[in-house]
């Protein structure tokens, strides 16, 4: 399976590429394509992980990484979009998360909170692009111990 990778680099006031991006990915409809999401971490400010401790750690990464699912058929079955949140703030993190007045858009179905595997989300069908992407940079910007700026990375992939 060859994949194509379209990066877009972006701050939180310039959406609209990245919207774009998803909105096509969606219009899809195939289960072809999805993106991934990451703050922009500069090399001297990003946390030593040691791959031994990796192995040996409940913990998820320390720079989040988040992805959103197209909706899509799949074996003519219709899966909903869905959200996925990689973290190192450990367990419980839905609930750190409303702590810190990031909560979960209405109708949004919590298939997951692990952990190492982090939270995974099922979307309501007509959920904007826009809303999941703004939800997905408030809980990136509070399951770090560490300053992040406001400048982030998407990364869309599609198979060919």
Request: proline share 6%; glycine share 8%; net charge positive.
């Amino acid at each position: 399976m060859a994949l194509d990778k379209n990066q877009i680099r972006f701050e939180r006031t310039e959406l609209d590429q990245v919207v774009h991006k998803m909105m096509t990915l969606a219009a899809r409809g195939d289960g072809s394509g999805w993106l991934n999401l990451q703050p922009m971490v500069a090399d001297e400010n990003r946390p030593v992980e040691s791959p031994l401790f990796k192995l040996f750690t409940a913990k998820g990464p320390a720079v989040p990484l988040g992805t959103w699912v197209p909706a899509h058929h799949k074996r003519d079955k219709w899966q909903a979009a869905s959200v996925g949140l990689q973290h190192g703030a450990g367990g419980k993190a839905a609930a750190l998360l409303a702590e810190r007045g990031v909560v979960e858009p209405q109708g949004w179905v919590r298939k997951q909170d692990h952990i190492k595997r982090g939270l995974v989300y099922d979307l309501p069908e007509g959920q904007e692009p826009k809303d999941v992407l703004l939800f997905l940079l408030d809980a990136m910007s509070q399951l770090v111990n560490f300053a992040i700026k406001e400048r982030w990375l998407a990364t869309a992939f599609t198979q060919r």
